[in-house]
C-alpha cells in the first residue's frame, strides 16, 4: 500500500471508500495499518468487519465482531450477510435473532440475506416473523427484500392439490412471438404436493416497484410446481407491464412447451429467443435442447447444441439425455465420449443420463468402464447413479452384479428398489423380487405405480396367479393406486401364459378403460402358445378394431393358422401385410465379442465369418441330435418340405450368434446374446443342448426376459 499521503491519512480515506480495495491482501494490510494508527473505535471497525465480509473472510469478521462490546448495526449486518455467503444460513439467522432481541433494528440491505438464510433452512415460522417485522419497520417497499421475500415463499409450504384436467388458453404478449391460441392440456394430478404459492402472489402484488427479477421468481415459481397456467398469464401481464421477459424467463417456460409437447410454441420461443440474442446463452440453450427432445424432435435439439457458442455440463447433458431418451442410444454414447475429449466433467446426472443406452445396447463392457469411471470420480455414493449402475448391471444380464450394487447402498430410495424388483422380475426370479418388494415396504418405502409393475412381471413369468390377484386388490384398495395399462397387460399376460385365456379375455374386456392392441397383442401371443386358434380369431377381430396397422398381429395370426395347417389363411394374413404396405421387423441378434457388437439376421450369410459359423452350427447340430434332439418344425410358419423346414430353424439369428459366440471366444466364456422378439419354442431346446454340449453359460435376452441356460436347463424352467 504505497502514497505520498501518511500512513494515518490513507486509512482514513480507505475506510471512507473501502470499494477502492481490490484484493484479500490489501484488505488486511489496510487491517494492519489500521490497528498501528487509528484508536479503536466501533464504527471503524465494523467498517473493517464489512471490508472482510466482502471478500467472504468469515474468520478475520467474526474475530473483529468479537472484539467489540457492543457492536453496531454495520458490524452485525456484516457477519451476517458473511454466514449466509459462506452457506452457514442457521448461523446467519441465529445473529440475526440475536441482534434483534438487544433491539437493534435491522435495515433494508441486511434483511435479504436473512430471507435467503430462512428459505435454505426451511423454517417457515420464523420467515413470516421476519416478513412480520419488515412490515412493522416499513421496509416492505424496497425492491431487493420484496424480491427475497419472492423467493423465500416459493420455496416454503406444500398444498394438497385434487385437480381434474384445466384447459386453458393463452396469447403471447406483445414484444414476444405471436402467434394462435395457447390450448395447455393439464394432466390429472390427484393427490400432487405442489408448492402454494398465494404468499408470494400477495407479496408480489403488494410491491410498490417490481423488476424482472421480481416477475421472473414469482413465473419461475409457478411453472417449476406445475402451476402452467399461471406462470404463462404472468408471462403476460409481464409483457403489458413493459418489461422484457429476459433468458431466465424464457428457459422457466421453455420447460411448460416441453410438458405439453407444443414444437410450435416452443419454436416460437427460440425465434424471440434468437431475435433478441439470447440464444447463446447456456441456460436457453439447454431449455431449448430438452423442449424439442421432449416434441420427439431431437434433429433440432442437436442443431441447437450444434451452434452453441460455448458448451457446459448442463448443455451437454441435455443433449445426451435427449438422444437417450429418443432411442438414439449410440448417439448418446458418442456424445457422452465427446464431451470427455472436451474435457467437461461429468456430474451425477450425466452417468444417470447415458447408464439407460448402456442396458438398451447390452454392452456390457462400456456399462464397465463407466462403473470405473463413476468410482474413480466419487459418484458411486450418489443413489442416483447407483441405481442407474442397478438397472445397467441387471438389463445386461449380470442380476449378481446388480443385486451387490444394490445390497452395497447405504440409502435405497423407490427408484433403486424398483430396479432391483424388476431385475430379479425379468430374470425369472421371482420369489426374490417378491421378497424385496415386502422388504421394501417395511422400509417404509410406499409402493408406487411402476413398481407393481415390476411385481406382476414377476408373478407373470413363474406363475404366480394367486400373488398377482392379491398384490392387484391390494395396490388399488390399499394403496389407492388406479390400474393403468401397464398393470391390465402384465395381468394379461400372467393369465395368458398360464394358459387362462377364457380368464384373460374377460379381464381384458372388463377394464375400465379402453384396451388397446398391444394388450390384445398380448392375449393373441398367448392363444398361439396353448394353440387356442378359436380364441384367437375373437381376440385378432377385437385387435384389429382398435389397430388395424399392427404388424405383429397379423404375423402372429399367420403363425397361428400356420401351425393349424390353414395355410390359405395364413397367406391372406400375409397379402394383407403387402396390402397395407406395413413391412414385419426382421428377426435380429445382437452379440458382444472383443468390445465389438455383430448383429445376425435369420438365413443371412453376409457375416465375414459366415462359412465357420455354419461349420460350427453343424457340427453342433450333429452332437445335439446324438444327444436326443428333434426339430420341433411346427414352430415354422410357410408351406415347405420337412427339410427345409429344418434348414429355416438351423439358421434362426440366436443360432447364428450364438454358433459366432462360441468360435470368437476362450472356452467357459459367458455367451450373452440379445433377441429383439421372443425366443422360439424349438431354439429354446435347441440352446439348452447348446449350453450342455459347449459346457458354456448363455445368457439370452428376448423382448420380454432373461434365459439363463447352463448344463443343458434353464432359469425359466421351460416357462416362459
Not at 215 to 222: E, K, L, Q, S, Y
Not at 240 to 264: G, Q, R
Not at 312 to 327: E, F, K, L, P, Y
Not at 566 to 574: G, N, S
Request: hydrophobic residues 40%.
Amino acid at each position: 500500500m504505497t502514497s505520498s499521503s501518511t500512513p494515518k491519512t490513507l486509512v482514513q480515506t480507505l475506510l471512507k471508500t473501502p470499494q477502492s480495495l481490490k484484493t484479500k491482501s490489501q484488505a488486511k494490510e489496510l487491517h494492519a495499518q489500521f490497528l498501528k494508527t487509528q484508536p479503536h473505535s466501533p464504527s471503524s471497525t465494523s467498517i473493517l468487519i464489512s471490508i472482510y465480509t466482502n471478500f467472504n473472510l468469515l474468520h478475520d469478521s467474526l474475530f473483529l465482531f468479537n472484539s467489540l462490546s457492543s457492536p453496531p448495526l454495520l458490524a452485525w449486518k456484516s457477519v451476517t450477510k458473511c454466514f449466509a455467503n459462506s452457506g452457514l444460513f442457521l448461523n446467519s439467522v441465529t445473529y440475526f435473532v440475536q441482534m434483534r432481541g438487544l433491539g437493534i433494528y435491522p435495515d433494508h440491505k441486511m434483511l435479504p440475506f436473512v430471507l435467503k438464510a430462512c428459505a435454505f433452512i426451511k423454517n417457515l415460522r420464523l420467515g413470516e416473523s421476519i416478513h412480520g417485522c419488515i412490515i412493522r419497520l416499513g421496509l416492505d417497499f424496497d425492491l431487493f427484500t420484496g424480491n427475497a421475500l419472492l423467493n423465500m415463499y416459493a420455496k416454503f409450504q406444500n398444498l394438497e392439490v385434487n385437480g381434474g384436467h384445466k384447459v386453458f388458453t393463452f396469447n403471447m404478449l406483445d414484444g414476444m412471438p405471436k402467434g394462435n391460441e395457447l390450448c395447455g392440456r393439464l394432466a390429472q394430478k390427484k393427490g400432487k404436493n405442489v408448492f402454494q404459492l398465494d404468499s408470494v402472489r400477495k407479496v408480489f402484488d403488494m410491491m410498490p416497484k417490481r423488476d424482472v427479477v421480481s416477475w421472473n421468481t414469482v413465473i419461475a415459481g409457478n411453472a417449476q410446481n406445475g402451476m402452467y397456467e399461471e406462470a404463462l398469464t404472468m408471462v403476460r401481464e409481464m409483457g403489458n407491464a413493459n418489461m422484457k421477459p429476459d433468458s431466465f424467463t424464457l428457459s422457466s417456460v421453455l420447460p411448460i412447451f416441453a410438458e405439453y409437447v407444443d414444437v410450435m410454441k416452443g419454436k416460437e420461443i427460440h425465434g424471440y429467443a434468437i431475435r433478441h440474442r439470447f440464444d447463446s446463452d447456456w441456460y436457453i440453450g439447454s431449455s431449448l435442447i430438452d423442449m424439442y427432445a421432449n416434441c420427439s424432435r431431437i434433429e433440432d435439439s442437436c442443431r441447437v447444441f450444434n451452434l452453441l457458442p460455448q458448451r457446459d455440463d448442463i448443455s451437454w447433458n441435455s443433449i445426451i439425455a435427449g438422444c437417450v431418451q429418443n432411442g438414439m442410444f449410440d448417439k448418446g454414447l458418442n456424445l457422452f465420449h465427446q464431451m470427455l475429449i472436451a474435457k467437461v466433467k461429468p456430474r451425477d446426472v450425466s452417468f444417470s443420463s447415458i447408464m439407460p443406452a448402456c442396458a438398451y445396447l447390452t454392452t456390457l463392457h462400456l456399462g464397465k468402464q463407466l462403473h470405473g469411471y463413476i468410482i474413480r470420480g466419487g459418484f458411486d455414493d450418489n443413489v442416483f447413479v447407483a441405481s442407474s449402475l442397478v438397472d445397467m448391471y441387471a438389463k445386461c444380464g449380470n442380476i449378481k452384479a446388480a443385486r451387490w450394487i444394490f445390497d452395497q447402498m447405504e440409502y435405497h430410495d423407490m427408484v433403486s428398489w424398483t430396479a432391483i424388483i424388476m431385475g430379479h422380475a425379468l430374470h425369472g426370479h421371482a420369489h426374490d423380487a417378491l421378497f424385496l418388494f415386502k422388504q421394501m415396504e417395511m422400509d417404509g418405502v410406499k409402493p408406487n405405480y411402476v413398481s407393481f409393475i415390476a411385481v406382476f412381471t414377476a408373478c407373470s413369468h413363474a406363475g404366480l396367479t394367486d400373488e398377482a390377484w392379491g398384490h392387484f386388490n391390494c395396490m388399488t384398495q390399499n394403496h389407492g393406486i388406479t390400474p393403468g395399462l401397464e398393470h391390465y397387460a402384465a395381468m394379461a399376460d400372467l393369465l395368458g401364459r398360464a394358459g387362462k385365456l377364457e380368464e384373460a379375455y374377460e379381464f381384458i374386456s372388463s377394464m375400465h378403460i379402453a384396451p388397446t392392441g398391444s394388450i390384445w397383442s398380448t392375449l393373441l401371443s398367448a392363444c398361439r402358445v396353448h394353440k387356442n386358434l378359436e380364441l384367437a380369431e375373437k381376440v385378432a377381430k377385437k385387435l384389429f378394431e382398435v389397430d388395424p396397422e399392427n404388424v405383429g398381429a397379423y404375423v402372429l395370426m399367420s403363425n397361428i393358422y400356420a401351425a393349424a395347417q390353414r395355410w390359405k389363411d395364413a397367406a391372406k394374413m400375409r397379402i394383407s401385410l403387402k396390402k397395407k404396405g406395413i413391412r414385419k421387423e426382421p428377426a435380429c441378434t445382437w452379440i458382444e465379442v472383443k468390445n465389438r457388437v455383430h448383429t445376425f439376421i435369420s438365413g443371412d450369410k453376409s457375416h465375414p465369418l459366415y462359412e465357420r459359423i455354419y461349420k460350427a452350427l453343424k457340427d453342433l447340430l450333429e452332437q445335439m441330435e446324438r444327444e436326443g434332439y428333434i426339430p420341433d418344425t411346427s414352430e415354422v410358419s410357410h408351406d415347405v418340405e420337412e427339410e427345409q423346414k429344418k434348414y429355416l430353424l438351423f439358421s434362426h439369428s440366436e443360432r447364428l450368434a450364438l454358433a459366432f459366440g462360441i468360435i470368437s471366444t476362450p472356452t467357459g466364456t459367458t455367451i450373452r446374446i440379445t433377441k429383439n422378439i421372443r425366443v422360439c419354442v424349438d431354439c429354446h431346446t435347441a440352446i439348452k443342448f447348446m449350453s450342455k454340449i459347449s459346457q458354456r453359460e448363455i445368457i439370452v435376452r428376448d423382448n420380454s426376459r432373461f434365459h439363463h441356460f447352463k448344463d443343458g436347463k434353464c432359469s425359466c424352467k421351460d416357462y416362459w
